[in-house]
């Protein structure tokens, strides 16, 4: 039989397919030494990434505090509720198996009931979404609420398809003190507002991680798979903001906001004037830091009356539209016209250039003509030969545009500047605005300039400005955050007072503080500022607004420092578009601000000094005398200087008024000693007293057997000038002879007209 032979073409074919393979494995065997060596971590990477899930563990957020230690915005432990829709699926089976049971129904119908949110929602993570092992169903769940998805776990059996984490949610004891500095976080723990949104670097912390390894139905592997990486907590800010000034000046704004129907909102500062540190600073629009996107009754009202369907496009943009407006820091953040309180600035270039003298006198006919443009004081018959601290003091526009005129419109721009008008502050907070200062300006720009007219400032420049004249002419740089610290107590950072310029000389600042001041004790135009016991420097002021359509709405403002002869703290209040009332800054806004420093002294530890007039005429603290005797308790009384008039033939007495703990005052304070209570009778009807000047007051008073106690005004029943602008007991109201009447006194004087140029 004849051998084959093999083609010299198979043979070539063999060795291209040889080489092939060859080649094919060689490049396997080439990819796998890579994988083994080179890209080894890239690798064990992915396939440790498929085997484990990795947990956040947030840090805890930073503590802010007050300037006293008081906790402003702190954590809570909450919970998030999630499940594992891939365990779910793989826990449920087959619907044909026996004891198929549907997780995805049992947990979506218990936890819509237990956290409040739809049964559908819940559906849809736990059957959407079936290659995930981790849904969230409802975050900031509180303890009791997470004990009763504990029991439904239980109950259900339900240990790896429904879980709860712990969180650290942030809370703010205050709710809405302070709300507008303070600020709020996102869900996730990102500062959007205020000083959470300024320092969120610093308090936001580094968050741990947990790594657990799980199989592929989402089963936690062994212990050895999982590894822990501890978080690092934030640092703590404690601001200057003392709580208890915060509240006062909260309470004042809302009281203006109430009385004069405010429709633009009020905002006010109050700050510490040797070193730029702001005691408080709230704008009227509170809002809940606890719940911040819930719109505040006003925002809800204008969102209700605005005729948008619920649910639209145009309803919604109103909504997010309204609520920006609610965060919005006013005092940082808004600018307006500055009105009269910027004449403490013109004449303290007037006195710093020495243009003017004490004793020189300028007559006010009530306007001046300028440019062919006839220029009106608020005193439209003219104030008559004033001097240049009457100028001042009586707020005259006349002997403003004379000094505006001396200054020259070259140095009227430099001390704006040096003053602060042309650059921010730099105050540590988001959002801060400018203020509109034309640098061009005209001879006749300045002399309206002259007297706080025709440009723009933000609060919290006017008030640093003023601050350097209560100081003695440093221009500092205010801010909200003394020190920032770590939980053992290092310190991270501590602010330096920042000096940023020299305005005018100490000798000018003295001066300008004792015209002010006597302007408050005297009869200047901020008496309504008035406090007993205390030197207050005060000016008013009241400007048009220049926006279109809003022409005839005005801002009332009132700045303040006192003592006067050794200033501490400044305080300045601007209510925008008050409606309702005598509507200038000497009635809308400087009773409040008097108000407000009441109580800001004395927490501040600045101690009353009363004159010797104050002394005599202040109100007296009614004693207690139930059970006393008659004559006891008469002797007593007379004693302090007032009248005592027995109800009743008995020996004791069983009830009296005014009440223990009530003032009345001196000069007329009578009170009632009954002997049986059954003869206390309500029956005497209470008058409306408003607009009657304390002395008619009080003679209608006293004729029906009542107690007068006045609030505002230091000239008690001897002065004219301030009448009644509110009583504590409502007009119609049945009550007793010797009850108190509380009337508060305010002095309804113009402080200048915001239509100057009619």
């Known amino acids: 039989m004849s051998e084959k032979t093999i083609s010299t073409g198979a043979v070539r074919r063999s060795t291209v397919v040889g080489l092939v393979v060859f080649a094919v494995f060689g490049f396997l065997l080439l990819r796998i030494l890579i994988i083994q060596t080179v890209n080894f971590d890239k690798y064990q990477a992915k396939v440790i990434n498929q085997m484990t899930t990795e947990s956040r563990v947030p840090a805890d957020r930073g503590k802010i505090y007050d300037r006293n230690g008081n906790i402003l915005a702190t954590n809570i432990t909450t919970y998030r509720v999630f499940i594992s829709p891939s365990s779910i699926k793989a826990n449920s089976g087959d619907a044909d198996s026996e004891g198929y049971v549907d997780y995805a129904k049992v947990i979506s119908s218990g936890l819509s009931d237990?956290?409040?949110?739809?049964?559908?929602?819940?559906?849809?993570?736990?059957?959407?979404y079936t290659q995930y092992l981790d849904r969230t169903i409802k975050r900031k769940v509180y303890e009791e609420t997470a004990d009763s998805v504990r029991e439904f776990i239980e109950a259900n059996g339900l240990e790896d398809m429904v879980y709860l984490e712990a969180q650290s949610t942030r809370y703010y004891p205050g709710n809405s003190l302070g709300s507008h500095i303070i600020g709020f976080t996102s869900s996730d723990g990102l500062g959007l507002y205020g000083l959470e949104y300024q320092y969120d670097e610093y308090l936001k912390g580094t968050d741990g991680y947990y790594i657990k390894a799980r199989d592929s139905y989402g089963n936690e592997m062994p212990y050895e798979y999982a590894s822990y990486?501890?978080?690092?907590?934030?640092?703590?800010?404690?601001?200057?903001?003392?709580?208890?000034?915060?509240?006062?000046?909260?309470?004042?704004?809302?009281?203006?906001?109430?009385?004069?129907?405010?429709?633009?909102?009020?905002?006010?500062?109050?700050?510490?004037?040797?070193?730029?540190?702001?005691?408080?600073?709230?704008?009227?629009?509170?809002?809940?830091?606890?719940?911040?996107?819930?719109?505040t009754e006003e925002a809800k009202a204008t969102l209700a009356s605005s005729g948008y369907a619920e649910g639209s496009d145009e309803y919604s943009a109103l909504q997010s539209k309204l609520l920006t407006e609610t965060w919005s820091n006013k005092a940082v953040a808004e600018s307006y016209i500055p009105g009269s309180t910027f004449k403490i600035i013109t004449s303290s270039m007037a006195l710093e250039e020495k243009l003017v003298s004490f004793t020189e006198t300028v007559s006010c006919g009530g306007y001046l003509t300028l440019f062919g443009i006839r220029i009106h004081c608020h005193e439209t018959e003219g104030h008559g030969a004033l001097s240049f601290a009457q100028g001042l003091q009586q707020s005259c526009n006349v002997w403003f545009m004379t000094l505006g005129g001396r200054i020259g419109i070259d140095n009227y721009k430099q001390y704006a500047s040096s003053f602060g008008y042309t650059e921010k502050t730099g105050i540590d907070l988001p959002g801060e605005g400018n203020g509109i200062f034309n640098s061009q300006m005209s001879e006749l720009d300045l002399a309206i300039y002259a007297f706080g007219q025709n440009f723009n400032v933000t609060p919290i420049q006017h008030i640093t400005a003023v601050s350097s004249v209560a100081n003695g002419g440093n221009l500092l740089t205010p801010y909200v955050v003394e020190k920032i610290t770590d939980n053992a107590g290092n310190v991270i950072y501590s602010h330096e007072v920042e000096v940023r310029r020299q305005t005018v000389s100490e000798e000018v600042c003295r001066a300008i503080s004792t015209i002010l001041e006597e302007g408050v004790s005297g009869d200047g135009g901020a008496k309504n500022a008035y406090v007993a016991g205390y030197k207050v420097a005060a000016k008013t002021g009241t400007s048009e607004k220049k926006d279109a359509g809003k022409e005839d709405m005005y801002i009332c403002s009132t700045v303040a420092y006192a003592p006067a002869d050794d200033p501490q703290v400044a305080i300045i209040i601007i209510v925008d578009e008050p409606t309702e009332g005598f509507l200038y800054g000497s009635t809308v806004a400087a009773p409040y601000v008097g108000a407000a420093l009441e109580n800001i002294l004395p927490q501040l530890g600045i101690t009353a000094e009363y004159t010797e007039e104050e002394l005599e005429k202040m109100a007296i603290k009614v004693g207690s005398y139930r059970t006393w005797s008659v004559n006891r308790a008469r002797n007593t009384i007379e004693a302090l200087g007032l009248e005592c008039v027995v109800v009743g033939d008995g020996d004791v007495v069983s009830a009296q008024l005014p009440a223990y703990g009530s003032y009345i005052e001196k000069a007329s304070g009578k009170?009632?000693?009954?002997?049986?209570?059954?003869?206390?009778?309500?029956?005497?009807?209470?008058?409306?007293?408003?607009?009657?000047?304390?002395?008619?007051?009080?003679?209608?008073?006293?004729?029906?057997?009542?107690?007068?106690?006045?609030?505002?005004?230091?000239?008690?029943?001897?002065?004219?000038?301030?009448?009644?602008?509110?009583?504590?007991?409502?007009?119609?109201?049945?009550?007793?002879?010797?009850?108190?009447?509380?009337?508060?006194?305010?002095?309804?004087?113009?402080?200048?007209?915001?239509?100057?140029?009619?």
């Open 671 to 758: 009170i009632y000693l009954y002997t049986d209570k059954s003869l206390v009778e309500e029956n005497i009807t209470v008058p409306d007293f408003t607009g009657m000047t304390a002395a008619q007051a009080n003679a209608m008073l006293t004729g029906l057997g009542l107690n007068i106690k006045i609030e505002g005004t230091k000239n008690y029943l001897t002065g004219t000038g301030a009448v009644v602008f509110s009583q504590s007991v409502a007009p119609g109201t049945k009550v007793a002879k010797g009850q108190v009447i509380t009337l508060n006194f305010r002095h309804m004087n113009a402080d200048e007209d915001p239509d100057y140029d009619r």
């Open 229 to 295: 990486i501890d978080a690092i907590d934030g640092y703590n800010l404690t601001t200057t903001i003392d709580a208890s000034i915060q509240g006062y000046l909260e309470e004042q704004l809302d009281k203006t906001v109430a009385d004069h129907d405010v429709k633009n909102r009020a905002c006010g500062i109050v700050m510490d004037v040797n070193t730029g540190a702001i005691l408080a600073m709230a704008t009227s629009s509170a809002f809940d830091l606890n719940d911040p996107w819930a719109l």
């Open 114 to 128: 237990i956290l409040g949110v739809s049964y559908d929602t819940v559906y849809k993570q736990a059957t959407g």
